[in-house]
């Protein structure tokens, strides 16, 4: 498990257990985090999973691909730092990583 560390958009600080090799939608699913809806499942097609990587994590992380990109163009408030957390795989190396959840999403 690494820790992933969610800023909701009530403000609210969530540092939750993520697994790894799965999404970090489903651990932030699990753990019930306010904004994270994931209505298609994580089938990258509804962009309720969307999250805002801090600038110090997006650089670590692959770019995302055209299909999320895509997507990523028709979110409620388009962001430079926008992933699809459905699309990020949690590995070790990501233990501490800060995402904020966009206040569209609350």
Do not use: N, Y
Request: proline fraction near 8%.
């Amino acid at each position: 498990m690494v820790r992933a560390i969610f800023h909701t958009p009530s403000g609210e600080r969530r540092e939750i257990d993520a697994r790894c090799g799965v999404s970090l939608m489903e651990s932030a699913k699990a753990a019930s985090v306010e904004g994270i809806d994931a209505d298609c499942g994580g089938s990258m097609v509804c962009g309720t999973c969307h999250v805002h990587v801090s600038p110090e994590w997006l650089e670590r992380l692959a770019p995302p691909d055209d299909m999320e990109a895509m997507i990523l163009d028709c979110v409620p408030d388009p962001h430079p730092r926008a992933r699809l957390s459905c699309q990020i795989v949690v590995t070790e190396e990501m233990d501490g990583i800060e995402l904020t959840v966009p206040i569209a999403q609350r």
